[in-house]
């Protein structure tokens, strides 16, 4: 199943199969790219930033940019 | 030859695959506390711990140095030593460099504690010794602390939710709080924010409603008990200005994106240094401009300028802001140092709500003169609009303290 | 000869600039405090050689001010050597880095740093297979403990700019051998 970043859950994990362009080169330095497993650690409440966990290294975004990638779900 | 972010990768992974092996990766007590104090029904709550537990340290520690050791030192000692041996008591240089003393009926008399002598030798340095190197010896060590071990960007995340509404994001954690020492470092941490807007807002709202160290020291060993109301007044400010900012400065305000590093154990070498390297920072620039700026003061009073632009502001002051007259020397003579201006208040006798108005008009007033100076390096543009926002701070939201007192009826 | 230190915000460049330069910069655990550069000097080989600390960037692409005066330094200094300084427990996103500026034709040598925190996680790394690859110099290095300081320093000689199709075909080069060797093993 596959979900948007931002619609995912406290404990979900996956793998990203899609970035959308403009947002690809802003989060590699972060390690985040398609292909990766991505765990999401938790978000904050009123539309806050989600927190992700890729390679052990945890990045926090914010929504919009939540909604641009897409994650296969596998837990 | 170059690639683009996908051939990149793709040839990082295959590099990777020849070279790394992942094993299994054992979750660690640090792991646990890394999340636990992100997420927000446990970070939260310890978030507001550690930002209480930041501020009683640092007023027990401050108020124990100043009150337990240094107005002893200056007000028991050194105060009357000084006016006992400086010659000329009486004349111009003496009031400028030891003690303006008073008149009562027609008699000299001196001053009895360094807060109202307005002494460079007295005031001067007591403030700079006596009252703003504690508070800043304990702020930066406590400030070293939260940033070697990591905490800082896991503020900034919990914080994200409520500056992303005043246009900045959780990362404006970093700069704010770095002015709550000096404004000084702040203004250069605005650098950290994306585009041009933010970093406006940044700066406008840090140099009108993030009173530095030496105000705060001096806040707090004046008028202790009026510290809540006063930064309850400047933190409302930052949030409704901050909101206005975002709604008529043109620009984009991007979204938070930021690495979050694992805790680790902080290194008592490099806080040393680090303490150590800002305090003598702070005092590089603090110290000359207290001193200097005590004696433009003295001299602006002895010459009457003070007087005449307090006589002549004064219905502003008094019809407007709701403050007695005699504050209007202490808040021209802000203009050169705040921490001064807040020391002249004290000797003054009002209610506790006027004092609250007047420390607050104070602390959103014109920047120290090193911040402004830091702001012209950012660019010139910049300052101006900051401030004409100032300006427009100043009167809109002294007026509106104002108003509110009388609402409340205690103005 | 000038010398920049680049790499992700907090991965320990400003100890290695301390250990080079013997100078008395701090660092703290997150981007923001290094927002300007820090110049120094040391001696290789009686040479003067300037050494720049400069602030962390998680790529070429900047995204705020502090990034853009890290990317514009690499860009005004044309003639410059760099040390790309990179988290070996987060190995590829600092290798994506590295990649770039490799891209951008200046000569590199890596610095795996934190190889202790690597180790705790269970990540090894074969430092010499990554240099063969690359064809630049590969130190693993912890720089707290002053380790791999002066290997470091000694290959820095061996930094040349490397032709990106090279790694890939070394890349592709390598799991052939690899799966050739493989291949006997089973047989």
């Given amino acids: 199943m596959k979900k948007k970043l931002s619609e995912m859950d406290y404990g979900e994990q996956g793998t990203v199969t899609e970035i959308e362009k403009d947002l690809q080169k802003r989060v590699a330095g972060m390690g985040i790219r398609v292909g990766k497993t991505l765990r999401m650690v938790t978000k904050q409440p009123i539309k806050g930033p989600f927190d992700v966990v890729v390679d052990e290294a945890e990045t926090s975004l914010g929504l919009d940019m939540a909604g641009k990638i897409t994650v296969e779900m596998t837990k | 030859m170059k690639l683009n972010t996908g051939e990149r990768w793709d040839l990082i992974d295959r590099i990777s695959k020849e070279t790394v092996t992942f094993g299994a990766y054992q979750h660690t007590l640090k792991d646990a506390i890394g ?22 340290v640092f007023g027990s520690f401050a ?58 030798l007295t005031s001067g340095l007591f403030v700079a010794i006596g009252v703003v190197l504690p508070a800043i010896i304990i702020f930066y060590l406590m400030l070293a602390l939260l940033e070697d071990i990591g905490y800082m960007p896991r503020l900034a995340v919990l914080l994200d939710t409520v500056l992303h509404r005043v246009g900045l994001h959780g990362y404006a954690i970093v700069p704010t709080i770095l002015s709550l020492g000096c404004n000084v470092p702040g203004v250069t941490a605005t650098r950290i924010l994306e585009t041009k807007k933010q970093r406006f807002i940044m700066m406008t709202l840090l140099a009108i409603f993030i009173p530095c160290g030496a105000q705060i020291g001096i806040m707090q060993d004046v008028v202790p008990g009026l510290m809540g109301w006063i930064l309850l007044y400047l933190i409302i400010g930052y949030f409704i200005f901050g909101y206005i900012l975002n709604k008529i400065v043109p620009g984009k305000a991007p979204e938070f994106l930021i690495d979050v590093p694992p805790y680790r154990r902080p290194m008592l070498s490099n806080i040393g ?12 620039v603090a110290i000359p401009f207290v001193l200097l700026g005590c004696a433009i003061v003295g001299v602006l009073y002895q010459l009457g300028v003070i007087r005449f632009l307090g006589d002549a502001l004064a219905p502003v002051f008094v019809g407007w802001f709701g403050v007695p007259k005699e504050t209007a020397g202490p808040l021209i003579a802000a203009f050169l140092r705040k921490d001064l201006a807040v020391a002249q208040l004290s000797a003054i006798t009002m209610t506790p709500y006027q004092m609250i108005t007047a420390v607050v008009l104070v602390s959103i007033y014109f920047p120290c003169v090193a911040t402004f100076a830091m ?24 007026g509106l303290i104002h108003l509110i007192g009388i609402l409340l009826g205690v103005a | 000869m000038k010398i920049l230190l680049m790499g992700h915000p907090n991965v320990g460049k400003s100890v290695f600039f301390n250990r080079l330069t ?137 930094a040349k700019p490397v032709n990106v199709d090279d790694i890939i075909a070394n890349a592709a080069n390598a799991s052939d051998t690899e799966s050739a060797a493989d291949a006997g093993g089973a047989a």
């Fill in chain 2, 35 to 56: 999340e636990l104090t992100v997420k927000p029904m446990t970070g939260i709550p310890v978030a507001i711990a550690v930002m209480y537990g930041f501020w009683s």
């Fill in chain 2, 63 to 120: 108020g124990f140095f100043t009150d337990g050791f240094f107005v002893r030192l200056f007000d028991v000692y050194w105060l009357p030593w000084l006016q006992e041996v400086f010659p000329g008591q009486g004349d111009w240089l003496y009031a400028i460099m030891v003690d303006a003393g008073g008149f009562e009926s027609g008699e000299f008399v001196l001053s009895s504690n360094c807060l109202e002598s307005f002494g460079v």
């Fill in chain 2, 273 to 284: 240094k680090k303490v150590w390297g800002r305090i003598a920072g702070f005092f590089k």
């Fill in chain 2, 375 to 398: 702001m012209l390096k950012e660019g010139w543009k910049e300052l101006l609009g900051a401030l004409a926002v100032l300006t427009v701070v100043v009167f809109t939201y002294g």
């Fill in chain 3, 22 to 158: 013997g100078a008395n910069v701090t660092e703290s655990n997150y981007p923001g405090t290094t927002v300007d550069y820090t110049k120094g000097w040391m001696k290789i080989e009686g040479e003067d050689v300037e050494i720049v600390d400069v602030p962390g960037t998680f790529s070429l692409d900047p995204k705020d001010r502090a990034e853009e005066v890290a990317v514009s330094m690499l860009h005004e200094s044309r003639d410059a050597k760099v040390i790309a300084v990179i988290d070996a427990s987060k190995i590829e996103r600092g290798l994506y880095l590295a990649m770039e500026i490799i891209e951008e034709g200046y000569p590199l040598v890596i610095a795996l740093n934190m190889r202790d925190v690597a180790e705790d996680k269970n990540i090894t790394i074969d430092a010499d297979r990554l240099e063969r690859i690359l064809g630049i110099p590969v130190v693993s290095t912890v720089a707290i403990a002053g380790e791999g300081i002066k290997e470091l320093v000694s290959r820095l000689k061996e």
